[in-house]
Structure formats: C-alpha cells, structure tokens
C-alpha cells in the first residue's frame, strides 16, 4: 500500500532563516506531488505541483521553491524565512492516471 | 480560473441530526468533486468524492449531490455522531485532475 511522509512534524525558525521541509512517497512510481499550505483557520492554499521529476509548476509568487531530486521525494525550500511563511504545510500525491489526491501528515512552521 | 465557495462555515448539530455542507464552483469544465475531513493537527482526509457523470454517490451514512446545471454540490452526513466533529473541505478539479481547488472549509460540531 501507498504511504506519504512528512518531515518534520513541528518547525521553529527565525526569521531570514533557511527552510527546507521533505516528503516521500512509498509504493507508487511517477506520482504527481503536491505542496499546500494551510493558514490557521483557513483553507489549502496550493503552492507548488510537479507531474515529473523535472516538471515542476509554481501556483503563487512566493519567497519559496521546489524541488523534486528523486521520482517520490518532493522539497519544499526558501533562502529567508518571512513571518507570512507560519503555516501548516501539507504534501499530497496522486497517481498520474487517476483523480484522487491523499494527503501526509503536515509539517506545522512557526517562523518567530 | 476556477473558485469554490463553501457554506457555512461553521456548522453545530445536535448528536443523531443530519448536516449539509454546500459548494458551488464557477468553472463549467470542472467534472470532478472530493470532499476532504481534517481532524485537528493532521493531513485532510478523502471521504468521498463524485464525477460530473453521475449525480449521487452514497457510502454508509455519507452522500454527496451534484447539480451541475446550477454548479453546485452538497456534502450530506446523516445520523451524526461526535467523531464526526472536524473541518470539511470541498474541492474540484478540471479534465487532467492535476490541480484541486479548495472551497474555505466548514467547521462542524456535533453536541452530544
């Protein structure tokens, strides 16, 4: 079965530090990758989606980036953290065929 | 670009009752809609979801509704019971499925 990791689970950073935030995926090939971001109380914002290892989409102009090293590891990166940047970021995955999205446990960011 | 707005935003509900969440979508191209629960601190859940082809799908005590003419669904969970207390989202997608947008979510409270 298919399995989605987030690491880590909590962050705090200060601001104008660096960011680098990891999610896998287990037994699937060639997902579509996904990175959200979810203000307190509010909706998925989507930040980033790659369809391929060197096919990667930005949604929202941003200080962060993507990147996908490997076929089931997608980063999630920025040079100098914002306090606009607090939020829980969630990874998702599909498979390229089909419609449904699942989601990992989130990574909670707090930038002081 | 497609927008999903989703009502209300809160939702309370005596333990037993029904409740109803309702989404409307402004791109007619769209033809495919998830709902998500995401319980406190943790990565959304898919509960169901429904294509633009069928206008009902039922799985025990959930149902979603699709009116497309009117561009708008409806999440239905009879018989309510507190673990059922989380945020709801909406969300739908286009033909390739790679991007889901997000209705705001729902809050809903089941009273015991």
Redesign the interface.
């Known amino acids: 079965s298919q399995t989605i990791h987030q690491w880590p689970a909590t962050l705090v950073q200060p601001v104008g530090s660096p960011l680098s935030l990891e999610c896998t995926v287990e037994g699937t090939s060639n997902p ?1 990758l996904y990175w959200y971001r979810q203000a307190a109380g ?3 914002q ?1 930040l980033f ?1 790659s ?1 391929g290892i060197d096919q990667i989409s930005s ?1 929202v102009p941003q200080n962060l980036s993507a990147s996908r090293p490997q076929d089931r590891q997608f980063i999630l990166s920025s040079k100098k953290l914002l306090l606009s940047d607090s939020g829980f970021y ?1 990874c ?1 995955w ?1 498979t390229s065929g ?9 990574t ?1 960011l707090t930038v002081l | 670009g497609e927008n999903v707005e989703q009502h209300p935003s809160t939702l309370s509900v005596q333990e037993g009752d029904s409740a109803v969440i309702k989404c409307t979508y402004s791109d007619s191209a769209s033809n495919y809609f998830p709902w998500y629960k995401q319980e406190l601190g943790k990565g959304p859940q898919l509960i169901i979801d429904i294509r633009s082809n069928v206008g009902e799908k039922k799985d025990q005590r959930i149902a979603v509704t699709l009116n497309k003419t009117a561009k708008h669904f409806s999440l239905h969970i009879t018989e309510t019971q507190p673990e059922d207390s989380a945020v709801y989202f909406c969300a739908a997608s286009g033909e390739y499925g790679n991007k889901l947008v997000f209705g705001a979510g729902t809050i809903l409270r089941v009273k015991s």
């Not at chain 1, 089909?98 to 989130?106: A, D, I, V």
């Open positions: 579509n509010r909706g998925l989507l989606y369809i949604e969630l998702a599909k089909g419609r449904e999205q699942f989601f990992g446990p989130g909670r």
